[in-house]
């Protein structure tokens, strides 16, 4: 093979791999910043009551587990999932002094090991942002931005060790109720 033929090959597969890598850097959620509310003191919040999720029977998942595990015509089960419809009318919103808000909402599952979410009518306007965390602060995703905005309004997250998860989202004066 000739060297100039050697050098373009090599050069393609450079390229290729650089956006490969610029792609998944900038698609990726970076743990930036610390919501809001951490730098309040608690009687500046309002008291947030737990939205428990239902129960289930989870040695009966796990019995199904143990047959289902070994056919291999399906993937293996990542977790139990609840559908639930929540909203700016569950949890609670602070106002701040200069106007700016505070929604947070707190998910409990008894017992879970790790909790994460699907959220599919999303829009975060600019200048908004959205933390998902536990509730020892142990465990931070986020912020989530207009950067994240997809179309179908759906977003998937990772997984938040923990049996409680509170979801906070930050409202600008600006773009109140966008």
């Not at 239902?54 to 999932?81: H, V």
């Not at 200069?98 to 929604?103: E, F, L, S, V």
């Not at 959205?130 to 950067?147: C, E, H, V």
């Amino acid at each position: 093979v000739p060297p100039n033929q050697l050098v373009m090959k090599f050069l393609q597969k450079l390229l290729l791999l650089l956006y490969l890598f610029s792609l998944a850097t900038f698609s990726q959620v970076t743990n930036e910043g610390l919501p809001s509310s951490w730098f309040l003191a608690s009687d500046e919040l309002s008291l947030v009551e737990a939205n428990i999720l239902p129960s289930f029977d989870l040695q009966a998942i796990k019995d199904e587990d143990k047959t289902n595990d070994y056919l291999f015509d399906k993937p293996w089960r990542f977790g139990y999932m609840h559908s639930v419809d929540y909203g700016f009318q569950d949890g609670a919103w602070d106002v701040l002094d200069n106007g700016d808000r505070i929604w947070r909402i707190l998910i409990t599952s008894p017992e879970a090991l790790s909790l994460n979410f699907i959220f599919d009518n999303l829009f975060i306007p600019k200048g908004g942002s959205l933390y998902i965390y536990n509730d020892d602060q142990s465990d931070l995703l986020g912020a989530y931005t207009s950067d994240q905005n997809q179309e179908s309004g759906v977003l998937g997250t990772w997984l938040v060790e923990g049996e409680s998860v509170w979801i906070e989202y930050y409202e600008p004066q600006n773009v109140t109720g966008q």
